[in-house]
Structures are given as structure tokens and as C-alpha cells.
């Protein structure tokens, strides 16, 4: 799909929203995406995964491992369309790691899949898991990039939409006083 047709694809869903947020990363924003407007419908969600995996087949992924929650659909999704086993990263006790008897080894090749990344904060969570587990992170794919972000290895993004944020202590709108909506799930799935 291309960058237009997907950039109109959000809007038409509503899942790009104007107001003064606070994103799952901490910093604001005037802008927002409603990623679960994407992965509400498989419709949606199978062809974008189909062009991740055509995207990403080059890497020869043995696994895809994504962050729980808005990562878990999409990664499922590219790794039915990968031919793969699709696993994800949660928070134990605020830390995360791999559970339900998920296990990665030396011999296998990781894509991680996002839906979503601004600073790339589960991105790299993700990695930190992986590697621990001694498997090689071979690629990243995500629906949505909003900011550029280099994480050494290959990195494909169906859609570039760049979106200012701020540190609280310099968002302009905090200090015209409007209201801050914080509608990620980080700040619900660490508690």
C-alpha cells in the first residue's frame, strides 16, 4: 500500500487524532495514532503484514517477536505471512520478558514487529530480550514510523509520518495550560 493510500487509510478509520497528548514514551504531542483503529480489522491488517513480509523475506527470519499488546496481531499476522512462528515480549513485574513457554535460542533469526514507534522504547526491549536469549535480531518492521530511529539493523516502515513531540518541560501546549490526554497502553500494561 502505498504512503498516500495508507496515510488516508488512518484518517478515514479516525486513527489519527489532533489534541495535546501524552504519549506511551513520556513526551507530548499534538498528534496522535490510534493504532488499534489498524488492528481492529483484519481486513487492514493482513495485507500490511503481507507487505512487511515481502519487505522482510530477504533477512530470512526464522521468528517474529513482538510487544505485547499492539504487537502481538501484527506480528502474528507477518509471521502467518512469513511462514513463522509469531511469539511476544510482556511485562512480569514491570520487566520484560518472554513467558507462556515462549523460547528463543542461538539458531534463530528475529524480526521484530511494531505497529507504532516514536522513540523506539519496546523496540529495544524487544532486542534486549532476544539477545539475551542468545538469537539474532536480523530486522525491524513497523506499520507506522514517527520519528527516524536507527536500531543497526535493517529497518523497513510502511508509512514515514513525522510527528513533533516534546519533553513535558517544553511542549507548548502545557504551558497554554490545554488538557493533556494520555491514551497509550504502557502506562496501563507496566501496572
Given at each position: 500500500m502505498p504512503d498516500s493510500a495508507l496515510s488516508a487509510e488512518l484518517a478515514e478509520r479516525g486513527a489519527l487524532l489532533d489534541g495535546h497528548f501524552k504519549l506511551s514514551s513520556g513526551r507530548h504531542s499534538n498528534r496522535f495514532i490510534q493504532k488499534f483503529r489498524i488492528l481492529e480489522d483484519p481486513r487492514l491488517v493482513e495485507p500490511l503484514a503481507r507487505e512487511i513480509a515481502a519487505a522482510v523475506r530477504e533477512f530470512a527470519p526464522t521468528v517474529v517477536v513482538s510487544a505485547a499488546v499492539g504487537g502481538i496481531v501484527l506480528g502474528y499476522e507477518v509471521g502467518r505471512a512469513l511462514g513463522t512462528l509469531a511469539i511476544f515480549?510482556?511485562?512480569?513485574?514491570?520487566?520484560?520478558?518472554?513467558?507462556?513457554?515462549?523460547?528463543?535460542?542461538?539458531a534463530d533469526r528475529v524480526l521484530v514487529v511494531e505497529d507504532v514507534v516514536t522513540t523506539g522504547l519496546s523496540v529495544r526491549e524487544v532486542f534486549d530480550v532476544v539477545r539475551a536469549k542468545g538469537a539474532e535480531v536480523v530486522a525491524v518492521a513497523v506499520i507506522v514510523r514517527r520519528q527516524?530511529?536507527?536500531?543497526?539493523?535493517?529497518?523497513?516502515?510502511?508509512?514515514?509520518?513525522?510527528?513533533?513531540?516534546?519533553a513535558p518541560e517544553e511542549c507548548p501546549q502545557c504551558a497554554r495550560g490545554e488538557a493533556l490526554v494520555e491514551p497509550g497502553s504502557r502506562h496501563i500494561a507496566s501496572k
Open positions: 515480549v510482556e511485562k512480569e513485574n514491570g520487566v520484560p520478558t518472554l513467558r507462556r513457554g515462549f523460547a528463543l535460542g542461538p527516524p530511529s536507527d536500531f543497526g539493523v535493517p529497518t523497513i516502515a510502511l508509512l514515514d509520518l513525522p510527528v513533533e513531540s516534546y
